[in-house]
């Protein structure tokens, strides 16, 4: 027995309904899957970042030596340098018994209006470390590596306390040191969805 025209028309578009409410389903699925991987990937991104600037600024003011440098005529010194985004401050970080100037800054995205996006970096706001070595005349290497310690960062703010609890913009009265990091999604398609820690570091050498 066959089937008419009226039938299969119905049939077509009831298995039409059927399948467009399958793909909204999976499509969905697969956007809150994408989401929620870019939200976890930020989270781990800015939690990552934050745990490396705080341990090593626990750090601050330990040295190996106590051989006056071109950034600190007293040693040990902690915080040697000083912006709401960047630290410079010495310690010995490397294990190779040398005093190191670590700095870590905040690069911005060259255009901030766009989503994150890793293929086009002027879009790429990030957090850089660089250090160098004090070999008893001068900083090595001179011009040191900047490397990334975090990327699709929006915002780095940092605050300076001295033993009072009292702001500070003078880098040797430096005590506490208030770090907060906001990391931006990187989905694209989106509006980004940012994400922000913050860590309260007290220097444990002064």
Avoid: H, K
Avoid at 169 to 178: E, L, M, S
């Amino acid at each position: 027995m066959g089937y008419s025209l009226p039938e299969v028309l119905i049939a077509s578009v009831v298995l039409a309904v059927v399948l467009l409410a399958i793909f909204i389903v999976y499509d969905t699925g697969l956007q809150d899957y994408a989401r929620g991987t870019a939200r976890a990937d930020i989270q781990q991104n800015v939690r990552v970042a934050l745990e490396s600037m705080a341990r090593e600024l626990r750090t601050a003011g330990y040295a190996a030596s106590n051989i006056p440098n071109a950034d600190c005529a007293a040693p040990p010194c902690a915080v040697t340098a000083l912006t709401s985004s960047s630290v410079t401050f010495q310690a010995e970080v490397d294990g190779d018994m040398q005093t190191d100037n670590v700095v870590y800054t905040f690069v911005p995205a060259g255009d901030p209006t766009r989503p994150c996006d890793s293929s086009n970096p002027a879009t790429v706001g990030r957090i850089t470390r660089s250090v160098q070595a004090w070999n008893g005349t001068a900083w090595t290497p001179a011009t040191p590596t900047a490397d990334d310690v975090a990327q699709c960062v929006a915002a780095l703010a940092i605050a300076y306390y001295d033993s009072s609890g009292n702001t500070t913009t003078t880098p040797g009265n430096a005590y506490r040191i208030n770090i907060s990091i906001t990391g931006t999604e990187n989905t694209r398609g989106w509006g980004a969805r940012t994400y922000t820690l913050t860590s309260d570091v007290r220097l444990r050498n002064l």
